[in-house]
Protein backbone atom coordinates (compact mmCIF):
# COMPACT_ATOMS: atom_id res chain seq x y z
CA UNK A 1 0.00 0.00 0.00
CA UNK A 2 1.38 3.22 -1.29
CA UNK A 3 1.88 5.75 2.03
CA UNK A 4 0.24 8.45 -0.05
CA UNK A 5 -2.95 8.12 -2.02
CA UNK A 6 -4.32 9.92 -4.31
CA UNK A 7 -7.01 9.54 -7.80
CA UNK A 8 -4.49 10.40 -10.26
CA UNK A 9 -7.92 11.67 -12.77
CA UNK A 10 -7.40 13.50 -14.78
CA UNK A 11 -10.08 15.65 -13.21
CA UNK A 12 -11.57 17.10 -16.56
CA UNK A 13 -13.84 20.67 -15.33
CA UNK A 14 -15.32 23.66 -17.05
CA UNK A 15 -13.96 27.14 -15.91
CA UNK A 16 -15.90 28.45 -13.18
CA UNK A 17 -16.56 25.02 -11.57
CA UNK A 18 -15.55 23.94 -8.48
CA UNK A 19 -13.49 20.65 -7.87
CA UNK A 20 -12.13 18.82 -4.83
CA UNK A 21 -9.40 16.69 -5.40
CA UNK A 22 -8.75 14.14 -1.82
CA UNK A 23 -5.95 12.04 -0.46
CA UNK A 24 -5.83 9.59 2.02
CA UNK A 25 -2.06 8.47 4.29
CA UNK A 26 -1.33 5.27 6.11
CA UNK A 27 1.53 7.29 8.76
CA UNK A 28 -0.64 7.96 11.71
CA UNK A 29 3.18 9.74 13.00
CA UNK A 30 2.81 12.44 9.87
CA UNK A 31 3.63 15.44 11.46
CA UNK A 32 2.82 18.13 8.53
CA UNK A 33 0.75 18.30 5.29
CA UNK A 34 0.94 20.41 2.18
CA UNK A 35 -0.33 20.39 -1.10
CA UNK A 36 2.09 20.73 -3.82
CA UNK A 37 1.07 21.99 -7.55
CA UNK A 38 3.39 20.90 -10.30
CA UNK A 39 3.15 21.62 -13.94
CA UNK A 40 3.86 19.91 -17.09
CA UNK A 41 7.59 19.22 -17.13
CA UNK A 42 8.00 21.60 -14.06
CA UNK A 43 9.33 20.96 -10.44
CA UNK A 44 6.89 20.67 -7.69
CA UNK A 45 5.80 24.17 -6.23
CA UNK A 46 4.00 24.43 -2.59
CA UNK A 47 0.52 25.89 -2.63
CA UNK A 48 -0.55 25.85 0.57
CA UNK A 49 0.23 23.92 4.08
CA UNK A 50 -2.72 21.93 5.52
CA UNK A 51 -4.04 22.60 9.04
CA UNK A 52 -6.13 20.85 11.08
CA UNK A 53 -8.71 23.80 11.89
CA UNK A 54 -8.69 23.81 7.66
CA UNK A 55 -7.14 26.76 6.04
CA UNK A 56 -8.07 28.76 2.80
CA UNK A 57 -6.18 31.24 0.72
CA UNK A 58 -8.07 32.55 -2.15
CA UNK A 59 -9.89 30.02 -4.11
CA UNK A 60 -8.40 27.22 -2.22
CA UNK A 61 -9.06 25.56 0.74
CA UNK A 62 -7.77 22.58 2.14
CA UNK A 63 -8.32 20.38 5.31
CA UNK A 64 -6.89 17.69 7.16
CA UNK A 65 -9.25 14.94 9.18
CA UNK A 66 -6.18 13.30 11.60
CA UNK A 67 -8.57 11.16 12.64
CA UNK A 68 -9.53 9.47 8.99
CA UNK A 69 -5.95 10.49 7.80
CA UNK A 70 -7.49 12.32 5.50
CA UNK A 71 -6.75 15.26 3.63
CA UNK A 72 -8.76 17.66 0.76
CA UNK A 73 -8.12 20.64 -1.42
CA UNK A 74 -11.36 22.45 -2.73
CA UNK A 75 -10.78 25.03 -5.67
CA UNK A 76 -13.38 27.01 -6.42
CA UNK A 77 -14.47 29.12 -9.10
CA UNK A 78 -11.65 27.46 -11.49
CA UNK A 79 -9.72 29.05 -14.29
CA UNK A 80 -7.68 27.82 -17.00
CA UNK A 81 -4.24 28.61 -15.11
CA UNK A 82 -5.51 25.68 -12.56
CA UNK A 83 -4.86 23.10 -14.98
CA UNK A 84 -1.81 20.86 -13.26
CA UNK A 85 -0.64 18.49 -11.76
CA UNK A 86 -1.93 18.77 -7.56
CA UNK A 87 0.69 16.56 -5.17
CA UNK A 88 -0.52 15.69 -1.49
CA UNK A 89 2.29 15.71 0.57
CA UNK A 90 2.96 14.57 3.96
CA UNK A 91 6.22 14.93 6.20
CA UNK A 92 6.76 11.73 7.81
CA UNK A 93 8.50 13.31 10.68
CA UNK A 94 11.14 16.16 11.31
CA UNK A 95 13.77 17.68 8.58
CA UNK A 96 10.88 17.55 5.81
CA UNK A 97 10.91 14.28 4.50
CA UNK A 98 8.84 14.84 2.60
CA UNK A 99 6.63 11.64 1.34
CA UNK A 100 4.50 12.31 -2.12
CA UNK A 101 1.53 11.23 -3.51
CA UNK A 102 1.39 10.48 -7.46
CA UNK A 103 -0.19 13.58 -8.17
CA UNK A 104 -3.87 14.36 -9.16
CA UNK A 105 -4.27 15.94 -12.41
CA UNK A 106 -6.33 18.63 -13.19
CA UNK A 107 -7.52 19.79 -16.61
CA UNK A 108 -9.47 23.11 -16.91
CA UNK A 109 -11.06 24.23 -19.92
CA UNK A 110 -12.80 27.01 -21.68
CA UNK B 1 16.65 36.09 -5.34
CA UNK B 2 17.65 33.18 -7.42
CA UNK B 3 16.24 29.91 -6.84
CA UNK B 4 17.43 26.26 -6.70
CA UNK B 5 19.06 25.86 -9.51
CA UNK B 6 20.29 22.21 -11.15
CA UNK B 7 22.78 21.08 -13.56
CA UNK B 8 22.42 19.95 -16.51
CA UNK B 9 19.26 20.02 -17.13
CA UNK B 10 19.03 16.43 -19.44
CA UNK B 11 21.22 14.30 -19.21
CA UNK B 12 21.01 11.26 -22.00
CA UNK B 13 24.33 8.12 -21.09
CA UNK B 14 24.54 4.57 -21.82
CA UNK B 15 24.07 2.02 -19.22
CA UNK B 16 27.63 1.88 -17.38
CA UNK B 17 28.28 5.23 -17.42
CA UNK B 18 29.34 7.75 -14.64
CA UNK B 19 27.04 11.14 -14.55
CA UNK B 20 27.19 13.89 -11.63
CA UNK B 21 24.12 16.19 -11.27
CA UNK B 22 24.95 19.43 -9.39
CA UNK B 23 22.32 21.85 -6.88
CA UNK B 24 23.02 25.35 -5.86
CA UNK B 25 20.94 25.65 -3.24
CA UNK B 26 19.13 29.12 -2.48
CA UNK B 27 22.21 31.21 -0.62
CA UNK B 28 21.69 30.86 3.24
CA UNK B 29 19.67 27.87 3.38
CA UNK B 30 21.50 25.24 5.54
CA UNK B 31 19.03 22.26 4.35
CA UNK B 32 19.66 20.41 0.97
CA UNK B 33 17.46 17.36 -0.10
CA UNK B 34 17.72 15.14 -3.02
CA UNK B 35 14.40 13.77 -4.07
CA UNK B 36 14.22 11.13 -7.80
CA UNK B 37 10.89 10.77 -9.54
CA UNK B 38 10.73 7.48 -12.27
CA UNK B 39 8.94 6.78 -14.63
CA UNK B 40 4.93 7.02 -13.83
CA UNK B 41 5.99 6.81 -10.23
CA UNK B 42 5.63 9.27 -7.00
CA UNK B 43 8.38 11.37 -6.43
CA UNK B 44 10.80 9.95 -4.00
CA UNK B 45 13.09 11.31 -1.34
CA UNK B 46 17.00 10.26 -1.70
CA UNK B 47 18.70 12.60 1.44
CA UNK B 48 19.01 15.46 3.04
CA UNK B 49 22.00 17.45 3.72
CA UNK B 50 22.15 19.90 7.04
CA UNK B 51 25.67 22.30 6.30
CA UNK B 52 27.91 19.60 4.63
CA UNK B 53 26.56 16.83 6.49
CA UNK B 54 24.03 14.30 6.02
CA UNK B 55 21.73 14.12 8.19
CA UNK B 56 19.44 11.49 6.75
CA UNK B 57 20.18 8.97 3.72
CA UNK B 58 17.89 6.67 4.15
CA UNK B 59 16.17 7.19 0.45
CA UNK B 60 18.95 6.43 -1.52
CA UNK B 61 19.06 3.23 -3.65
CA UNK B 62 22.40 1.58 -3.46
CA UNK B 63 26.02 1.81 -3.46
CA UNK B 64 26.27 3.42 -6.97
CA UNK B 65 24.60 6.64 -5.44
CA UNK B 66 27.03 9.03 -3.96
CA UNK B 67 26.15 12.35 -3.11
CA UNK B 68 28.31 15.29 -1.49
CA UNK B 69 27.91 18.70 -0.32
CA UNK B 70 31.82 19.85 0.17
CA UNK B 71 31.69 23.30 2.42
CA UNK B 72 28.05 23.37 2.64
CA UNK B 73 26.94 24.96 -0.39
CA UNK B 74 26.38 23.01 -3.72
CA UNK B 75 25.90 19.41 -4.11
CA UNK B 76 26.48 16.49 -6.13
CA UNK B 77 24.86 13.56 -6.92
CA UNK B 78 26.79 11.06 -9.16
CA UNK B 79 25.31 8.07 -10.44
CA UNK B 80 28.19 5.20 -10.93
CA UNK B 81 28.11 2.99 -12.84
CA UNK B 82 24.32 4.32 -14.20
CA UNK B 83 21.45 1.38 -15.00
CA UNK B 84 18.78 1.82 -16.90
CA UNK B 85 16.51 1.54 -13.78
CA UNK B 86 18.04 4.95 -12.59
CA UNK B 87 16.27 6.92 -15.63
CA UNK B 88 13.94 9.46 -14.02
CA UNK B 89 13.68 13.30 -12.83
CA UNK B 90 15.67 14.34 -10.15
CA UNK B 91 14.92 16.75 -8.16
CA UNK B 92 17.28 18.99 -5.33
CA UNK B 93 15.38 21.35 -2.99
CA UNK B 94 16.66 23.72 -0.34
CA UNK B 95 14.76 25.59 2.50
CA UNK B 96 15.44 27.13 6.20
CA UNK B 97 12.43 26.44 7.57
CA UNK B 98 9.68 24.33 6.90
CA UNK B 99 8.72 25.38 3.02
CA UNK B 100 10.84 23.46 0.53
CA UNK B 101 11.80 25.48 -2.57
CA UNK B 102 12.95 22.66 -5.39
CA UNK B 103 15.11 22.85 -8.80
CA UNK B 104 13.38 22.29 -11.85
CA UNK B 105 15.09 19.14 -12.18
CA UNK B 106 17.76 17.05 -14.12
CA UNK B 107 16.08 14.68 -16.83
CA UNK B 108 18.42 11.60 -16.93
CA UNK B 109 17.88 8.55 -19.34
CA UNK B 110 20.00 6.04 -19.61
CA UNK B 111 20.11 3.60 -22.46
Known amino acids: RKEVEQDPGPFNVPEGATVAFNCTYSNSASQSFFWYRQ ?22 TAQLNRASQYISLLIRDSKLSDSATYLCVVNDGGFQKLVFGTGTRLLVSP | EAGVTQFPSHSVIEKGQ ?16 WYRRVMGKEI ?8 ESKQDESGMPNNRFLAERTGGTYSTL ?34
Open chain 1, 39 to 60: DCRKEPKLLMSVYSSGNEDGRF
Open chain 2, 18 to 33: TVTLRCDPISGHDNLY
Open chain 2, 44 to 51: KFLLHFVK
Open chain 2, 78 to 111: KVQPAELEDSGVYFCASSHSEKLFFGSGTQLSVL
